[in-house]
């Protein structure tokens, strides 16, 4: 299994609501993220979890709150956006850096999100 | 503060011809990835390039890596309409914390290919 599932694949919520995205992967890797990509834009980074705690936070709006409940699981919290919050939201996974195996990042096909 | 360029931005191009994308980064890094995205849809990884001089094929798409000139391209030879999309190279940062893996994108090429 070399996939990495998100759900929803489209989510509109309004600017008062709380929803959250998911991810999931069952390759074992230790390290996995959240990336932000607006349209025509490149991804942008936005959280990394390794061995399940946080390691990096690029300075994302407290209204966006990550958790990695276990090691094959990546959630992202959403509450009060704003309508420029919008965009595809893509998770990630691979193996940590440490492993002689790491050498891709493998991608989920991401949630369309649009904010009201 | 990496930064990752691409160019061209846009390539409009006909079937059957060879082109180039060029990924220039602004500081040292160990690792450069390029990935395909098609409309609306996630990024698949092409390739990884792992060292200087590093030059990888699949099918109609060569990439190669300089690491002395932080300049990495992606050749098209004989270009068909299934090669239509975006195309990013990435960047890892030199020295990524433990366990982690960062990657800037660079700008992105769109490149459309005409029958």
């Known amino acids: 299994d070399t996939e990495v599932t998100q759900t929803p694949k489209h989510l509109v919520m309004g600017m008062t609501n709380k929803k959250s995205l998911k991810c999931e992967q069952h390759m074992g890797h230790r390290a996995m993220y959240w990336y932000k990509q607006k349209a025509k834009k490149p991804p942008e980074l936005m959280f990394v979890y390794s061995y399940e705690k946080l390691s990096i936070n690029e300075s994302v709006p407290s209204r966006f709150s990550p958790e990695c409940p276990n090691s094959s699981l990546l959630n992202l919290h959403l509450h009060a956006l704003q309508p420029e919050d919008s965009a595809l939201y893509l998770c990630a996974s691979s193996q940590p850096h440490d492993t002689p195996t790491n050498e891709k990042l493998f991608f989920g096909s991401g949630t369309q999100l649009s904010v009201l | 503060e990496l930064k990752v360029e691409q160019n061209p931005l846009f390539l409009s191009m006909q079937e059957g011809k060879n082109y180039t994308i060029y990924c220039n980064y602004s500081?040292?890094?160990?690792?450069l990835y390029w990935y395909r995205q098609d409309p609306g849809k996630s990024l698949e990884s092409l390739f990884v390039?792992?060292?200087?001089?590093a030059v990888k094929q699949e099918g109609r798409l060569m990439a190669s890596l300089d690491t002395k000139a932080r300049l990495s391209t992606l050749h098209i030879t004989a270009a068909v309409h299934d090669l239509s999309a975006t195309y990013f190279c990435?960047?890892?940062?030199?020295?990524?914390?433990?366990?982690?893996?960062?990657?800037?994108f660079g700008t992105g090429t769109r490149l459309t290919i005409i029958p």
């Open positions: 500081t040292t890094s160990d690792r």
């Open positions: 990435a960047v890892r940062s030199s020295s990524p914390n433990f366990g982690n893996e960062k990657l800037t």
């Open positions: 390039l792992l060292s200087n001089g």
